[in-house]
């Protein structure tokens, strides 16, 4: 009786556990491989299983965003993507963002739960993302300062080619303004002049 009894709960935990990876679930590849170490989506099909998907979301979206580039057909996780540009209507996912990769299957890298963590640790990323998924350029993450005066920086001032100075924010985008100013100053300089009304660098 105790072992009917305990089969019934493992049965129904096992109901209540998920195991949806894509967006669509159709995309699901089970045979592709999923890891370096040759093991199937099938078989790493646990390491995503979850059963409640939006606390899953909140703490595992880069896992789900990573396994679904390998797993899925089309590359979208079930979890919302992370928003990485300021006008989230700006993203454009089927961008090829690194090779043959499109951004909705690098999406993982950006993956957060906590923007302003993601923005303080990884701004760097977020912008260089940004000035090619976005169509705009512009990261949901505040641009790094880079005039003395914030007033006086132009982004709609043409930088390079047909860049702007807001389409190449990524290339003085810091954590610490400090530690950029010492390793980088002759960048934040020639940007300063292209950028700031004034040619000031912070």
Sequence with gaps: MKKACFFLIAVLIRGVVSQQLCMQDSMYNPDAQADS???????????WAYDDLSSHCLNNGGVMAAFAAK????????????QLCMDNSAYTPDEKAVGE??????????????????????G?????????????????????????????????????????????????AYNDKDIQC???????????????????SV
């Design 37 to 47: 170490s040759g093991s199937t989506c099938e078989e790493s099909a646990s390491q």
């Design 71 to 82: 797993c899925c057909d089309d590359g979208t996780s079930i979890c919302p993507v992370s």
């Design 101 to 122: 990769n499109t951004c909705a299957q690098l999406a993982h890298q950006w993956a957060y739960s906590d923007k302003e963590n993601q923005c303080e640790v990884n």
């Design 124 to 172: 760097n990323d977020m912008a260089s993302f940004a000035s090619i998924c976005c169509s705009d350029g512009i990261s949901v993450c505040p641009v790094s300062q880079l005039c003395l005066d914030d007033s006086k920086y132009s982004p709609t001032k043409i930088a390079y080619g047909e860049s702007t100075c807001g389409d190449l924010a990524y290339q003085w």
């Design 182 to 200: 010492e390793k980088d100053e002759a960048l934040m300089s020639y940007f300063s002049n292209l950028c700031c009304l004034d040619g000031l």
